[in-house]
Each structure stands twice: as structure tokens, then as C-alpha cells.
């Protein structure tokens, strides 16, 4: 085996990128980035979302969500969207940041009805509502969980053999 580095052509990529750019114009953050063949990054801003997956589900047959990956930072909140262009044969993220303050964004359900799960895993994780859910309800956690303590945000605190994990 070879110890040179394979060059992996990514003309597609970039050309599915620009499209948006072209498409959405400040919409797409230019943090957005191509990480390598198939796999390309989107940030937008918080009123994009929904436009930039639905063009993606109209003109490149976007319609499988892999999953929906939540983060807290601390200041703020990162939504991931993983979806899958058949089209062309690309995984897709499309991020945006959301308010702690006020952590809500309008579900993609109606775009993806395979997000319902997800958007309930996100919801019952970190506590960030997808206003327009049709179903938004605990997923994973027991029914008698106490209601606004979410375990994947930064400030969760447990109790483990009578001490505290801060």
C-alpha cells in the first residue's frame, strides 16, 4: 500500500455548495465548508433552515434524515440536521445556532416526516421545542422525569452515591 494521500475530488460538492450560496445569498453563513468527498457542511442563519431543507428535498432529492444531532455550548444551542441527497449521493449537515433563552425553532416535519423522532430525542435531551410538532412529547426519558431538567445540556447536575456531579 501507497503512503500518498488519496485526492479525493470534491467538484461535485463545492458545486452543490455555491448553488445554495447563489440560491440564498447570506442565508448560508461562510462558515459553510466542504469536509470531503460526499460530506459537506452548512451553516445558516435561523429563518434559513426550513427553505435551505426544503430546496434541498425539491431539487436533490433530500428526503432522508439520518438524525438530528443537538449541542450545548454553553451560550448557545447547535441543531444538526443529517440528511442524505440521493441525487447526488451527498450527506449533508445543515447547522444553526439557537437561544438558550428561548431554545424553539419550527419543525421540519412537515418537510421530513422522518425528523418526528428525532425533534422528540432533541426535545427530551436538551429541552429545545419544535414549535409545530405533531406529536412533541418525551421519547426516551421515564414519564416521571422532573419536567425542565433536560441531561445532555451543559448545566444538568445528578446526583451519584450521595454526591453531586458538577
Partial sequence: ???????????????????????????????????????????VKNDAYRDVITYMRDNWDAVHITTITG????????????????KYRV????????????????????VLPGANLYEREVYDMFGIKFDGHPNLKRLLLPEDWPEGVYPLRKDFKREMGGMKNE
Fill in 71 to 86: 449541542m450545548d455550548t454553553g451560550e448557545s444551542f447547535i441543531l444538526m440536521y443529517h440528511i442524505f441527497a440521493k
Fill in 1 to 43: 500500500m501507497s503512503d500518498e494521500k488519496v485526492v479525493q475530488n470534491v467538484e461535485t460538492e463545492n458545486k452543490l455548495l455555491s448553488e445554495l450560496k447563489e440560491k440564498f445569498g447570506d442565508k448560508i453563513l461562510d462558515s459553510s465548508y466542504v469536509k470531503r468527498h460526499r460530506r459537506v457542511f452548512i451553516d
Fill in 91 to 110: 450527506m449533508f449537515t445543515v447547522r444553526l445556532s439557537i437561544s438558550r433563552d428561548n431554545p424553539v425553532v419550527k419543525t421540519i416535519t412537515d
